[in-house]
Structures are given as structure tokens and as C-alpha cells.
């Protein structure tokens, strides 16, 4: 029970936090998430623990915890090692990609396109989120996965910071090169293609950023 309290504590918060409801900078009080999620304390404080282990939160001596404040260095470091772990993903994905998987990244795709001209950020992003978490099925390598995983909510706290810094049609033409190396089973083509999509959001969310 405390397991699955600590767990429910965890995902909440993170939610929160990833999504930019709770800012960067802004107190985590555990008293206050003890309230909503109505459980103790100690579940709480045990998540927000965890989470600052992964970089999610600083936790400050007699100060209290607050979600972590990204430096451009802290952004720049993400979207690196995203690009290096999606990069070998995608290689080894397309080792030997299934019809079924192929089919599920085109609907992404087109709901994504949809998405992009309603100009509904949040959707859009849910979607992409799915492309990347089908592509890993196809990888056997747990992990990358795991480490892509922790990346990939990190950069969806980034860039719910910075919607206006996300290029959506870019990132659909890279996601649809990504798809077609993949289908063919070109491996170097699938991690190039995963490489600048990556690198070429980095440095527009950047550019964003430190404006």
C-alpha cells in the first residue's frame, strides 16, 4: 500500500510538473499534495524524493523542495542525450520493424498533422509522445528505453515552457523521414533522421528560450 501511495504521489506530482502547472522555480509542498491526493505525508515526501533524484525537483535545507529551475545547459544536456539514446533506438528499431507497428506511426502521424493545423500543442504532443513509445517496441534494448523514457518527460516539461519555441511542421517532415528509414529497415538513415530531428529542436528551443 505505501508502494502504490508513493507511486500515485509520484506520477501526480510529475504530471504536474511536465506539463507546466507547476512552474519551474515554484514551491512543492508536500503538505498541499497530501491534501489532494488525501493520503499522509510520507508517501509525498518519498516521491518528491524521487523525483529529485531524476532531476525534476531541488530539494534545499530548511527551504523546502521546488521544481528545478533549467539552465540553458540543462536544456542543451537533454536534448543531447535524447538524441544519442532515440538515435541508437531508432537503428536498432529498424532491425525488423511489423506491419502493425508501421500502421500505428502513420495514424500518429496524421493525427498529428490534424493537431497542427487546430494548433492544439498539448494534442499534438500527446501524439508525438506516442510515435517515440511505439518506435521503442521495437527495440529489445530495455535500456536505452528507460533512459529515453525519463529524457522524454524532461523535454515535454522543456517545451510545455516553451510551446512557441516547437516547430510542429518540422517536426512532422523529420518524423515522416524517420518513418520511411524505418519501413525500409535502413537502419543508419532511421538514426540520422532521428539525430537532427533532435538537434534541429534543440537549438529552436534555445533560440526560444534565451530570448
Known amino acids: 500500500m505505501k508502494q502504490n501511495q508513493t507511486q500515485i504521489a509520484y506520477d501526480y506530482i510529475l504530471n504536474k510538473i511536465t506539463e507546466n502547472k507547476i512552474p519551474q522555480g515554484y514551491p512543492v509542498i508536500e503538505e498541499d499534495f497530501a491534501q489532494q491526493l488525501n493520503m499522509s505525508r510520507t508517501p509525498v515526501r518519498e516521491a518528491i524524493k524521487l523525483l529529485s533524484v531524476e532531476g525534476f525537483i531541488d530539494i534545499f535545507p530548511r527551504k523546502g523542495a521546488f521544481v528545478k529551475v533549467l539552465s540553458a545547459q540543462d536544456i542543451s544536456d537533454c536534448y543531447e542525450m535524447i538524441e544519442a539514446i532515440e538515435g541508437m533506438i531508432a537503428y536498432l528499431a529498424a532491425k525488423n520493424p511489423s506491419e502493425e507497428i508501421i500502421d500505428q506511426l502513420n495514424q500518429y502521424l496524421d493525427e498529428m498533422e490534424k493537431e497542427r493545423k487546430a494548433m492544439d500543442f498539448f494534442s499534438w504532443k500527446q501524439n508525438d509522445i506516442k510515435f517515440h513509445r511505439t518506435i521503442y517496441k521495437l527495440c529489445d534494448n530495455?535500456?536505452?528505453?528507460?533512459?529515453?523514457?525519463?529524457?522524454?518527460?524532461?523535454?515535454?516539461?522543456?517545451?510545455?515552457?516553451?510551446?512557441?519555441?516547437?516547430?510542429?511542421e518540422q517536426a512532422i517532415k523529420e518524423h515522416k523521414l524517420i518513418?520511411?528509414?524505418?519501413k525500409n529497415k535502413d537502419g543508419e538513415g532511421a538514426r540520422e533522421y532521428m539525430q537532427k530531428n533532435w538537434h534541429r529542436a534543440r537549438l529552436d528551443v534555445l533560440k526560444y528560450a534565451t530570448q
Open 179 to 182: 518513418l520511411e528509414a524505418i
Open 142 to 168: 530495455k535500456l536505452l528505453i528507460r533512459h529515453a523514457e525519463i529524457l522524454f518527460l524532461k523535454i515535454y516539461q522543456i517545451e510545455t515552457s516553451y510551446i512557441h519555441g516547437v516547430n510542429l
